[in-house]
């Protein structure tokens, strides 16, 4: 029995406790991607903002909704991979 705790404690709890350890390996991209992605969502969040202006000019215009939820979506994703891959 003592070797099942043993051999347990070296699969289970053993890997658990130094997964934290990956943050040292190579990032997938380096810092000049990142600003130029955070350069990205800078714009886009711009580009969200003008449509909302044209939006409060033309309310009925559907397009211009469209155009909102299509960029604020694309700064959502963008920002998710900022967030994972950036920081």
């Given at each position: 029995?003592?070797?099942?705790?043993?051999?347990a404690?070296?699969?289970?709890?053993?890997?658990?406790a130094?997964?934290d350890?990956?943050k040292?390996?190579?990032?997938?991209?380096?810092?000049?991607?990142?600003a130029?992605?955070?350069?990205?969502?800078a714009e886009?969040?711009?580009?969200?903002?003008?449509?909302?202006?044209e939006?409060?000019?033309?309310s009925?215009n559907?397009?211009?909704?469209?155009?909102?939820?299509?960029?604020?979506q694309?700064?959502?994703?963008?920002?998710?991979?900022?967030?994972?891959w950036?920081?």
């Amino acid at each position: 029995m003592k070797k099942l705790i043993i051999f347990a404690t070296f699969c289970f709890v053993i890997p658990t406790a130094s997964a934290d350890e990956h943050k040292n390996e190579t990032t997938f991209m380096n810092k000049q991607e990142c600003a130029e992605l955070k350069d990205g969502i800078a714009e886009l969040l711009m580009i969200v903002d003008y449509y909302w202006k044209e939006v409060e000019k033309d309310s009925e215009n559907k397009d211009l909704y469209e155009a909102v939820a299509f960029y604020s979506q694309q700064a959502a994703n963008y920002s998710t991979v900022y967030d994972v891959w950036c920081n």
